[in-house]
């Protein structure tokens, strides 16, 4: 029999009240190793409420687990149907092997069953994981991926089906590594008051850029699939006194949630920073925007630098 970690393969016990009965269980993986768990609990109910634990032990070199139900018991509680489970912990999780209905009947009836049974118990360990590797509501089929260890899981070869799993998904998550700057800026940037502008100014570009092409004020994602990157920005801004700038990053021109800060410049050069996630499609990309909530006094974004990163 196999076992199905969620519910269990059944195993139905006929007995008559006052003999004994033991049962004798081996698990093992699907390659045939024994697998030794932690413990072992053998509850008997009826109508949803607990009568008796039976008696079990576990074999530490083994794993045989035997679980018993002497004949005292057995007539102590007498002839009924009632519920039993098997539940284990198994690397410290708790399993239920096994289940199903215990009948116990009169102690003058013909005997049931042998007073010992015994069976293999065949751990399934294969594991189907469908990963999304694109975030939020990017989903779709092309972005899952099936994956099944190339061996049953040990407690030895954890680590070799992680590799398995990490070489998989690398050629499915694009990295993306790109940063811009600008320094001793005196381009103002004309704006209108309270109506965005792109920051004006010779941009640099910061080291070679990864699943990415620089443009000016801008870094364009060329990626093949969509994938999401933590955004960071810092802005020196000069101006007249007494102004309130949003400094921020838009992706192909528009707002993006989160991505902004307030910078207000009294009688000094005022500075920001912000950091933000973005989400990308292919060819969507990334600028540095400046708005004057004060007034139409165009504002000069001194020095600044922003990166995009996963």
Not at 272 to 297: C, H, K, R, Y
């Amino acid at each position: 029999m196999t076992i199905d970690d969620r519910r269990g393969p059944r195993w139905r016990i006929f007995m008559r009240a006052g003999d004994d009965y033991g049962l004798s269980l081996l698990p093992v993986d699907s390659s045939g190793s024994p697998v030794v768990v932690s413990s072992a609990t053998a509850t008997l109910y009826r109508n949803r409420d607990v009568v008796t634990t039976l008696g079990t032990s576990v074999d530490p070199l083994t794993g045989e687990i035997v679980v018993t139900f002497t004949a005292a018991d057995s007539l102590a509680l007498g002839p009924g149907r009632y519920r039993w489970e098997l539940r284990v912990d198994n690397g410290g999780e708790v399993q239920q092997w096994l289940t199903d209905d215990l009948i116990l009947v009169s102690p003058g009836s013909p005997r049931q069953t042998p007073a010992l049974q015994s069976a293999t118990l065949t751990v399934g360990e294969d594991i189907t994981a469908t990963l999304v590797v694109s975030p939020g509501a990017i989903i779709s089929t092309a972005t899952q991926v099936s994956f099944t260890p190339s061996a049953p899981l040990t407690e030895t070869n954890v680590q070799d089906a992680v590799d398995e799993l990490v070489t998989l998904l690398a050629g499915r998550i694009p990295p993306v590594k790109s940063s811009i700057f600008i320094e001793d800026n005196a381009t103002a940037t004309v704006v209108s008051q309270n109506v965005a502008a792109k920051v004006a100014g010779t941009f640099q570009a910061g080291p070679p850029c990864v699943s990415c092409v620089y443009n000016g004020n801008r870094i364009t994602y060329i990626g093949a699939n969509p994938t999401r990157v933590m955004a960071v920005a810092s802005a020196h801004v000069d101006s007249g006194a007494n102004q309130t700038f949003l400094v921020e990053l838009r992706k192909n021109g528009l707002p993006v949630d989160g991505a902004r800060v307030t910078v207000r410049r009294f009688n000094a050069i005022a500075n920001g920073a912000l950091v933000a996630m973005i989400p990308l499609d292919p060819n969507d990309f990334v600028e540095l925007w400046i708005t004057n909530t004060t007034s139409g006094q165009n504002p000069t974004v001194v020095d600044a630098t922003f990166a995009l990163m996963n």
